[in-house]
């Protein structure tokens, strides 16, 4: 047994990491569509650093463009980069027994190989990242991104068999071969398999079923959970299924779920079909939650569940509407490091 450790969001943080959108379909076909990424994203790293040291990977050719949309205090660092889901395509960082910093370059393959996806440039930001970090180097065999895991910090896993499990990512592995790779590299002693994701993640421009838009784990013992409270909506059927699964599953330590159920935005549809909204893909930072909001009537409300599930945080909201769009949410442009005693270099 390995002994890395991945700590909760929750527990103290070094600094946040994100990369800044830089072509493609995440900053679309004209200018206004642009600058509205650009914008968002900008957005998330100037109020995490309100609260923490924040670190932007940038393309070379982007670093000028960046400067105008960033707060002076967040660091820009420059790799070559495909897009700018830094949850996904960055290491997993861990700390080991004596409080060193490690950092699991998963295996990034695309999102299971999607044909509108590249990912030549964002394969190799995991190891870049870990390095200019300081942590140990921890390389994986799994494909696996960090917005298809959750994790208490106390040994529980969150993950979904449509992510690990998924043909286009790990063909023929099983979950017992998933679990032994997450005990190695993560520390997790405990699966909570889910199902399935919500309904647009699962579709063509999606996840196939992200755990981080559908459930987090706020304190040991504690789970928020995706709610969708509309019938029309085809989450309606996919949360309860969640849910009532939730119910009969256990941590680590044995006990039985505190669910807490977030209610999904009153918005049901964008120009595209019917959305995932969701509250659940927040960002925790040290002293502070940086939450989703959609200019909704239900805002307001998951808000004052963050706030109560979140005690002594300040919660700031930022509209992640344009992020959704593009296919996520504030919890998958960003990846906290936690704080270490000490750092290792990459051997």
Known sequence: MSSWRMPAETAPQERIWMAFPTGGYTLGDTAEEAHAARTVWAAVANAAVEFEPVTVVVAPDDVGIAARYLDPAVEVLTADLNDAWMRDIG????????????????????????????????????????????????????????????????????????????????????NAEVEAELARTIGATHAVWLPRGLT????????????????AIPSPGTLLVHSQQDPEHPDFEVSREIISFLSTTRDAAGREW???????????????????????????VNGGVIACTFADPNDEKALRILADAYPGRRIV?????????????????????????????TS
């Open 200 to 215: 647009r993640d699962s579709e063509r421009f999606g996840t196939r079923g992200h755990v981080d838009i559908v459930a």
């Open 91 to 174: 290491p997993t960082f861990v700390l080991d027994d004596d409080g060193r910093l490690g950092g699991v370059d998963w295996v990034f393959n695309g999102w299971g190989g999607q044909d509108w996806a590249r990912w030549d440039k964002d394969s190799l930001i995991g190891a870049e990242v870990a390095g200019r970090s300081g942590a140990r180097h921890i390389a994986s065999g799994l494909v696996n991104e960090g917005g298809g895991i959750h994790v208490d910090g106390e040994g529980t896993v969150l993950l979904t068999e449509t992510v690990q499990l998924d043909p286009g990512r790990n063909p023929g592995l099983t």
């Open 258 to 284: 505190n669910i807490i159920e977030v209610p999904a935005p009153a918005t049901l549809r964008d120009h595209e079909g019917f959305v995932d909204y969701s509250y659940i893909n927040h960002l925790v």
């Open 317 to 345: 909201g930022i509209d992640a509407r344009e992020l959704f769009a593009r296919g996520g949410g504030i919890h998958c442009i960003t990846q906290q490091q936690p704080a270490a005693s000490s750092k290792v270099l």
